[in-house]
């Protein structure tokens, strides 16, 4: 029952930064996990960042260091602030959330990030 939009792609030049946003329809406390997901054609779906509902955060390997992702929980809002990009960032990329019960699974419907000159 959450739906789950994501704003704030486009386009940045390599060693840029960008910040994506997702909004939940209810509230984020309620649910176990909320992520970035991204795909990009011709590889694999790939895990950016997590963050669970005690606040803690985990990063894929290819990005840490230079992603990060926050939440606000008044707002039912998460953030990936992306830095130092990339040409090899570019995808579509997915906000994802579980609910607390681990019953079900929500899906943005992407944003495309494109790092190029």
């Known amino acids: 029952q959450v739906q789950l939009v994501e704003s704030g792609g486009g386009l940045v030049q390599p060693g840029g930064s960008l910040r994506l946003s997702c909004s939940a329809s209810g509230s984020i406390f309620n649910l176990y996990r909320m992520g970035w997901y991204r795909q990009a054609p011709g590889k694999e779906r790939e895990l950016v960042a997590s963050?669970?509902?005690?606040?803690?955060?985990s990063y894929g390997d290819s990005v840490k260091g230079r992603f990060t992702t926050s939440r606000d929980i008044a707002k039912n809002t998460v953030a990936l602030q992306m830095n130092s990009l990339k040409p090899e960032d570019t995808a579509v990329y997915y906000c994802?959330?579980?609910?607390?019960?681990?019953?079900?699974?929500?899906w943005g419907q992407g944003t495309q990030v494109t790092v190029s000159l």
């Open positions: 994802t959330a579980r609910s607390i019960d681990g019953t079900r699974d929500y």
């Open positions: 963050i669970f509902r005690s606040g803690i955060t």
